[in-house]
């Protein structure tokens, strides 16, 4: 099912920590189905942007508006409501549970703060079990990991499991997916997935905000990248813009 996309602005954003600005004065802007590349150095402020997107943290300073409406003090499962959904730098599935019942739990995140495996155990939750277990095991078919639906989520590999956690996140309905460094820890095959799997998320009609390290991803699957460097927007183009960047090149991607 398409999409109309994402429309995200972020507007003159700051986040400060006890007056230490993580994230200074930074604007934004993602439409249509793009994928949106952030990147730069570590502790310039990808994480948090990524959390006040997410409503996990309120800006000090500066709105979010989300088609239209300002969102600036959503909570994260109101954000999650309204279309914008993340995964985590650090994984986090619930290893003793199957892949099939971790991509389940993504259903609750519309009014949930977070995950908790206690869900499955909620009055509520198995009302819905047969959709919710339908509608898993085609997100699983979408990742390449139907046949890892039985499985406790500790025995995948590391690249698997981002792709139960990019499941997850889809069992939301999202317009904005919020991808904190999925490739992190992922081997070459893996990285070649998860690459696939970004690519099916942009042609279902769904943004991307992707966060990632490893530049030959980025540099494949962005259409647009924006490039942090302590708190500040310090570039913004196309892959080949970015690449030929002289204060890109200085501060983050190295000669
Ligand atoms: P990145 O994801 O780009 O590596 P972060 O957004 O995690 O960077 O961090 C940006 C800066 O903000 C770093 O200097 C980090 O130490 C600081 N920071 C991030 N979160 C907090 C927090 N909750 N409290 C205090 N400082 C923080
Ligand atoms: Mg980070």
Redesign the pocket.
């Known amino acids: 099912d398409n999409k109309a996309g994402a429309a995200l602005t972020v507007d003159s954003v700051v986040?400060e920590?006890?007056g230490?600005r993580?994230?200074d004065d930074i604007n934004l802007s993602i439409s249509g189905s793009e994928v949106r590349g952030l990147i730069?150095?570590?502790?310039?402020?990808?994480?948090?942007?990524?959390?006040m997107l997410s409503g996990v943290?309120v800006p000090t300073q500066g709105k979010l508006r989300w088609k239209g409406v300002d969102v600036t003090n959503y909570p994260p499962h109101r954000m999650a409501a309204a279309g914008i959904t993340r995964t985590f730098?650090n994984l986090q599935l619930f290893h003793e549970l199957t892949v099939l019942e971790n991509v389940m739990l993504g259903f609750h995140m519309h009014y949930r703060t977070g995950f908790t495996a206690n869900l499955l155990h909620t009055p509520g939750f198995w009302r819905e079990e047969k959709r919710y277990r339908d509608e898993s095991i085609r997100l699983l078919h979408f990742v390449g990991l139907a046949d890892k639906a039985d499985e406790q989520a500790a025995n995948l590999s590391y690249g698997q499991q981002r792709l139960v956690e990019i499941a997850r996140a889809l069992a939301t309905r999202p317009d904005l997916l919020i991808l904190?460094e999925p490739a992190a820890g992922a081997s070459m095959f893996e990285v070649d997935n998860i690459v696939r799997v970004i690519r099916k998320v942009k042609q279902s009609g769904i943004s991307i905000l992707l966060?990632e390290h490893h530049m030959e991803i980025v540099m494949n699957v962005c259409d647009t990248i924006t490039v942090?460097d302590f708190?500040k927007k310090i570039a913004e183009g196309d892959p080949a813009y970015i690449q030929s960047h002289p204060q890109v090149i200085e501060a983050y991607l190295g000669g």
């Open positions: 986040m920590f006890d230490f993580a994230v730069g150095p570590n502790g310039s402020g990808k994480s948090t942007t990524v959390n943290y730098q904190d966060v942090l708190g």
